[in-house]
């Protein structure tokens, strides 16, 4: 069983960056797909971007330009650039053999963004 554990949200201003990490444990092979999700209260879950071991990486229209993902065999990390008070959502890592199957496993880590 994979586990996850998401490090590195916080409170940034408008206009900042932040940089989230997230470890994966238990796979002793390169997981296929990583990647981010948020929700923030009162809204839906939302796959903000994902990487595959081939390094193929796709992101939500809401972010792209602004955030960044990137991995290391079985760590997978988000550069959040250009923050804005609608990127404030809790994060949760994902890992899943494709990108349909993504499941969210981590306790997420809490971005907040004040304007």
């Known amino acids: ?6 490090s590195g949200g916080g409170l940034a201003q408008a206009g900042g960056s ?6 994966a444990s238990g796979s002793p092979f390169s997981i ?9 209260p009162g809204n839906q879950r ?3 971007a994902f990487i ?3 390094g193929s990486r ?4 809401s972010v792209k330009g602004r955030f960044t993902i990137s991995r290391d065999k079985n760590m997978v990390y988000l550069q959040m650039n250009s923050l804005k008070p ?6 949760y890592c994902a890992a899943g053999m494709t990108s ?8 997420g880590t809490q971005v907040t963004v004040s304007s």
């Open 1 to 6: 069983q994979v586990q996850l554990v998401e």
């Open 18 to 23: 932040l940089r989230l990490s997230c470890a």
């Open 32 to 40: 296929p797909v990583m990647g981010w999700y948020r929700q923030a």
């Open 46 to 48: 939302e796959l903000v």
């Open 52 to 54: 595959t071991s081939g």
């Open 58 to 61: 796709n992101y939500a229209d």
């Open 86 to 91: 609608e990127d404030t959502a809790v994060y």
């Open 100 to 107: 349909a199957t993504l499941n969210p496993r981590g306790q």
